[in-house]
């Protein structure tokens, strides 16, 4: 099974994964300029992910180490979903009573993310697991498991 | 009362939030501060907002949340020690319906309160991608809605619960509206708006490209 990380914290890495450490490389900002749907199908004006995206689709299973940020993803993880984009194409369709876009390729790696820091109320933690489980769904992968970092045993 | 308006687009004057931004301020009737994060600084703007007593964020609705540049300003603001400041979000989508926007409008609920200033909501707006391109006289009931809720901001503080409530009316799609927009896909009179975009840019052959895919082309 191919497996990559990515991490805002701690040291966690395996051998036979593909490394993403946010903090150490920050990714470019989305511009919005939509050229990933509609003047380089699938490519970002930024070359920065060339390599990432290349793993990613290559992996089995994603794992993220998500550092909170005032009770939610960090702006660099929200970068980072916002760079997911050319991943979808721009086609919607609505088969399941709301918008939703078709996907690019025909397979996507699972996730599972584990956190670290403290929601200061359940609400927070509710929206914090709606939220991923919602930009999942959108780009069609199964997000398996949500959890403190605390119930991380390695990934076995 | 003094208010600063955070254009959260990464577009920042080239950009449908842009013209949203200027008919709420329009409807205010007065001149008022506006700053484009992604020409900014994070830390002296977020610095800066603390000399307004009030914010307005305006942003385009990615990935379900604030575009990542706003996520990082707001990384960047201090809790207030006196709650005496407000915080108001406009969000605008390309996807038609405002439910798209409901895990947004729950955060802005919660990182105003984190911070300590009075939330006076989220307005939000869906099927908006196509603003920019529009003739004027297509976006004018758009335009009035803005200048309204940007009106009755500059007088009462608030977000008229009437403007909110005219944005939101087809909150989640009906049934029937997701059966026609999919009875148009199939008629390929949906998604006319990418077709025309990616033929424009020459790009309509290699709309279905698979750039990283994990089998080598051609194989």
Known sequence: MRTMIIREFGDYSSQDSYLYDLAQQPVKDCTGCWSCW??????????????FYKEYLKADKVTIFSKLSLGFVSGNLKTLFDRLIPMALPYIEYSTGESMHL????????????????????????????????VFYQFHISLNLVKPVSDYNGGC | MKTIIINGSPKGEGGNTHIFASHFIKGMGMSCEMRCIVKEDYRSLAEEIE?????????PLYVHAMPGIVMKLLEHMKTLELGNRSMGFIIQSGFTEPAQSRF??????????????????TVIKGGAAGTYLMPDNMNKKLFTALEELGSYYNKTGQFSEKVIGGFEKNYQMSKRAAM??????KTGLGNMFWNSMLKKHNAFDRRFDKPFSRTIKGS
């Open chain 1, 38 to 51: 509609w003047r380089t199908p699938g490519r970002c004006i930024h070359k920065d992910l060339n390599e």
């Open chain 1, 103 to 134: 996907p690019r390729y025909d397979k996507y790696p699972e996730i599972e993310v584990y956190y670290e820091g403290e929601f200061v109320n359940q609400d927070e933690e509710l929206l914090y697991k709606d939220y991923l489980a919602r």
């Open chain 2, 51 to 59: 000399n307004f007593d009030s914010v307005v964020f305006i942003m």
């Open chain 2, 104 to 121: 947004a409008k729950r955060y802005f609920e919660q990182v105003s309160n984190r911070l300590k200033y009075n939330y006076l909501g």
């Open chain 2, 180 to 185: 026609f927009q999919q009875f148009l896909n």
